[in-house]
C-alpha cells in the first residue's frame, strides 16, 4: 500500500468517527428535547383531562416517565 492510500485510509476511517460522533450528539440532543417535552406534557394531559382522569392513567404517565428516564441514563 502506498502512502497516499493510507492516508485516505486514514482521513476516511477519520471521517466516518467524526461522523457517528455527530449522530451520536444529535441523537442525545433529540432524545433530551423529548425527555422535556414529556415532563411537560404530562401535566397538560391531566389538566385537560381532569374530568375522565382515571388511576390507570397515573399509572400510564408514571410507567412511561420511568422508561423514558431509564433510557435517559443510558444516553449520557
Same mark, same amino acid.
Given at each position: 500500500?502506498? +502512502?497516499?492510500?493510507?492516508?485516505? !485510509? $486514514?482521513? =476516511?476511517?477519520?471521517?466516518?468517527?467524526?461522523? $457517528?460522533?455527530? +449522530?451520536?450528539?444529535?441523537?442525545?440532543?433529540?432524545?433530551?428535547?423529548?425527555? !422535556?417535552?414529556? #415532563?411537560?406534557?404530562?401535566? =397538560?394531559? $391531566?389538566?385537560?383531562?381532569?374530568?375522565?382522569?382515571? *388511576?390507570? =392513567? =397515573?399509572? *400510564?404517565? +408514571?410507567?412511561?416517565?420511568?422508561?423514558? #428516564?431509564?433510557?435517559?441514563?443510558?444516553? +449520557?
Amino acid at each position: 500500500m502506498t +502512502q497516499r492510500d493510507d492516508g485516505h !485510509d $486514514y482521513r =476516511d476511517s477519520k471521517n466516518k468517527q467524526e461522523q $457517528y460522533e455527530k +449522530q451520536k450528539k444529535e441523537k442525545r440532543e433529540q432524545a433530551q428535547r423529548l425527555i !422535556d417535552k414529556w #415532563n411537560s406534557w404530562q401535566y =397538560d394531559a $391531566y389538566e385537560s383531562n381532569k374530568s375522565t382522569w382515571k *388511576d390507570e =392513567d =397515573d399509572l *400510564d404517565c +408514571q410507567a412511561i416517565s420511568k422508561l423514558i #428516564n431509564d433510557n435517559a441514563n443510558n444516553l +449520557q
